[in-house]
């Protein structure tokens, strides 16, 4: 099947043509299968890969554009083409840098996301290890319970939760979070966990036993350090998801100081009937990157963790 | 090192280090903190949030059971009725659009085509940019003097002769909405769709196409049969959480214009928290149990089907 035809560029074009108007795409029987020109391949896969690309990343180009615009540019688009900067300013981020509380939203939402990021994976592993390594009587429904916990979505949880962390005295506080977000963390983080440490042969452990090692022995010198990706992986995803955590933020916390990014953002920068459009987009673009450079460092475990988990 | 000096060399373990080689005490300890976690922050609260939702608890003050009251009440409002229907209507319509587009991208992506892991990196930002932030964005495209797209579709294409207005009546808002949950939904249901076409062998295709099979024939008695079951998941988990979708809406239209964009979420949370009905607010959000259930159930058994898919035993 690989005797393609010769195709003269005048001849590509011709069929991108009958293509592009609704010709040539499926149906065609056996004596075109071998045809993989480079043409039909531009149309069927290029073209809609870079139109997803560019609708995909539009916003997050025009949240830049508006950051770095001068208010004059912003508002006139007569004058000014607005997908460019004639003139491009810093006056949108050094207002949202020193004429807000941005630093202290970003200094709480680091201290609340690593805090929950850090109990949830404590959590995780002691559970993943007991479920998968220690066998008991009934473990499997204790996992698939933590699984099931996964699927009460936080939306129909902050009422009620909201009274919890009110009587508990921690309302207003960053602890209402850190406490709070590994509801949905630990079921995840478990689960994943669960699946590495499936991977790990339980050989290895025998002979550590064999040795003389105890349990804790064989969690700390064994089965942890061959489980560093997965560690890594659920870290990451229990990082991300807490940075972007909204609706517990939004219920749990209402003085400016203790806000995290994105609630802040939408809270305390939209006031009254006009938008400072400049501002709002310097802070989420702001907002965005520290968790979109965190990723970009660890594309490959947050990949794998999230199709991991799916397919688990 | 011979056998003597060995034994002489092992020191006895201390009480504790023994309590911690008890198989049931470590076990429970092992377990305390992941389950104590879940039954203090899930559990209780959930069990909390039906009890709440049968009472008429506002905040700071201790509520009575007054029975069915509040969902008798909800019946009779045209709002909430109207979240119900804007619910479904946005969950099914942004689930259709999110795996019509995702599985394509997720063919796309299946080709050898250069960059692919960059490309794929890429794809995935929509979904880790906090929903929040990239929903600002959203709004700001949206404006109804600003916006880009009547930009280009007004002043620079001239198909139309009047900006759009798109949060400003019911109808074009929901629109809006479910195109920006649709973009955010995008990259998760592509890659995890495509992580399942990986596993796909090959092998399957060239008989196929041996035989003399059609592309449509190959993806309707291949690959659609064999990425069922992971599709039924991520269709699960797309489902349950685009139902009880919150950030969006409240960032974008705050259930406006006059309350014909709220979703279950939304309302619950504005009759709940700024309006003080915690008893109400929380007999929104058990109301949205039932879908949820049956999601669940839906995952259970797709999840069985993944035993039998990938042919590995039941461990």
New interface residues.
């Given amino acids: 099947?690989t005797d393609a035809k010769p195709i003269s560029p005048a001849e590509a074009d011709q069929r991108v043509d009958a293509e592009v108007s609704g010709g040539v795409t499926?149906?065609?029987?056996?004596q075109l299968?071998s045809w993989d020109s480079r043409a039909r391949?531009i149309v069927t896969?290029?073209i809609?890969?870079v139109i997803?690309?560019i609708?995909?990343?539009f916003?997050?180009y025009?949240?830049a554009v508006?950051t770095f615009k001068p208010d004059n540019e912003?508002?006139d688009?007569k004058n000014h083409n607005?997908?460019w900067i004639s003139s491009p300013t810093l006056d949108n981020i050094k207002k949202l840098l020193f004429d807000t509380d941005y630093g202290h939203w970003l200094v709480t939402t680091m201290f609340v996301a690593i805090g929950s990021t850090f109990?949830s994976i404590?959590?995780?592993v002691?559970?993943a290890?007991?479920?998968q390594r220690?066998r008991?009587r009934g473990s499997d429904y204790?996992g698939l319970a933590?699984y099931?916990?996964y699927?009460?979505?936080?939306?129909?949880?902050?009422?009620?939760?909201?009274?919890?962390v009110f009587q508990m005295g921690l309302f207003d506080t960053p602890f209402a979070l850190i406490?709070?977000y590994?509801?949905f963390l630990?079921?995840f983080c478990?689960w994943l966990l669960i699946g590495y440490f499936?991977s790990i042969p339980y050989e290895l452990e025998e002979c550590a036993l064999i040795d003389?090692a105890?349990?804790?022995q064989i969690l700390r010198r064994i089965t942890l350090p061959l489980a560093v990706p997965g560690l890594i992986s659920a870290g990451i995803f229990a990082f991300?998801l807490s940075?972007?955590e909204?609706?517990y933020a939004?219920?749990f916390i209402s003085s400016t100081e203790n806000k995290t990014?994105?609630?802040a953002?939408?809270t305390e920068l939209v006031s009254g009937d006009v938008y400072h459009?400049g501002a709002?987009?310097a802070?989420?673009l702001l907002?965005?990157l520290p968790?979109?450079v965190f990723?970009?460092f660890f594309?490959?475990y947050?990949?794998s963790s999230?199709?991991g988990a799916?397919?688990e | 090192m011979d056998a003597s000096t060995w034994v002489a060399k092992?020191p006895t373990?201390s009480a504790l280090?023994q309590l911690?080689?008890n198989?049931?005490f470590?076990?429970a300890?092992?377990?305390?903190?992941?389950?104590g976690?879940?039954l203090?922050?899930?559990t209780?609260?959930?069990g909390?949030?039906i009890y709440?939702a049968f009472t008429d608890?506002e905040i700071g003050g201790n509520g009575h059971w007054i029975g069915l009251e509040n969902f008798e009440y909800l019946l009779t409002d045209r709002i909430f009725i109207n979240s119900v229907w804007n619910t479904m209507f946005y969950t099914f319509v942004a689930t259709v659009g999110k795996f019509a587009?995702g599985l394509?991208?997720a063919l796309?992506?299946n080709?050898h085509?250069p960059f692919q892991?960059a490309?794929?990196?890429?794809?995935?930002?929509?979904y880790?940019?906090?929903?929040?932030?990239?929903a600002?964005?959203?709004w700001?495209?949206y404006?109804p003097q600003?916006s880009?797209i009547s930009?280009v579709v007004v002043?620079q294409l001239h198909l139309r002769d009047k900006y759009f207005d798109f949060l400003g009546e019911p109808w074009p808002a929901r629109w809006s909405l479910i195109v920006a949950n649709i973009?955010r939904g995008?990259?998760?249901v592509a890659?995890?769709l495509?992580?399942?076409l990986q596993?796909i062998s090959p092998s399957l295709y060239e008989a196929a196409?041996l035989d003399?099979a059609?592309?449509?024939q190959q993806f309707r008695r291949i690959t659609a049969p064999l990425l069922m079951p992971?599709l039924a998941?991520?269709m699960t988990?797309s489902v349950?959480?685009t139902f009880?979708?919150?950030?969006l809406v409240?960032?974008i239209t705050r259930g406006g214009p006059i309350n014909s964009t709220h979703l279950?979420?939304t309302l619950?949370?504005q009759r709940?928290?700024p309006g003080a009905q915690?008893g109400e607010?929380?007999a929104i959000?058990?109301a949205?149990?039932p879908f949820?259930i049956f999601?669940?159930l839906f995952?259970y058994y797709a999840l069985g089907n993944?035993k039998w898919q990938q042919g590995s035993d039941n461990?």
């Fill in positions: 099947m499926e149906g065609e029987g056996p299968l391949r896969v290029y809609p890969l997803f690309l609708v995909l990343l916003p997050f025009w949240m508006t912003l508002l688009y607005p997908f109990l404590l959590a995780s002691l559970a290890y007991a479920i220690l008991f204790v933590i099931a916990a699927l009460v979505p936080p939306s129909i949880l902050f009422i009620p939760l909201a009274q919890v406490l709070t590994p509801t630990v079921p478990t499936k003389g105890s349990r804790l991300t940075w972007n909204f609706i939004l219920a990014v994105p609630v953002i939408l459009w709002l987009m802070g989420a907002g965005s968790v979109a990723y970009m594309v490959e947050y990949v999230l199709t799916v397919k | 092992r373990p280090a911690f080689d198989k049931a470590l076990i300890v092992c377990l305390f903190p992941a389950v976690l879940l203090v922050f899930l209780y609260p959930l909390l949030g709440l608890t587009l394509w991208l796309l992506l080709h085509i892991s490309i794929r990196a890429i794809i995935l930002l929509p880790i940019v906090p929903t929040v932030l990239s600002i964005a959203f700001w495209i404006d600003f880009i930009y002043d973009w995008i990259p998760f890659i995890t495509l992580a399942g596993t196409m003399g059609s592309p449509w992971i998941i991520v988990f349950l959480f009880t979708d919150f950030q409240y960032a279950m979420a619950a949370f709940g928290i915690l607010g929380a959000a058990v949205m149990i949820l999601a669940t995952s993944r461990d």
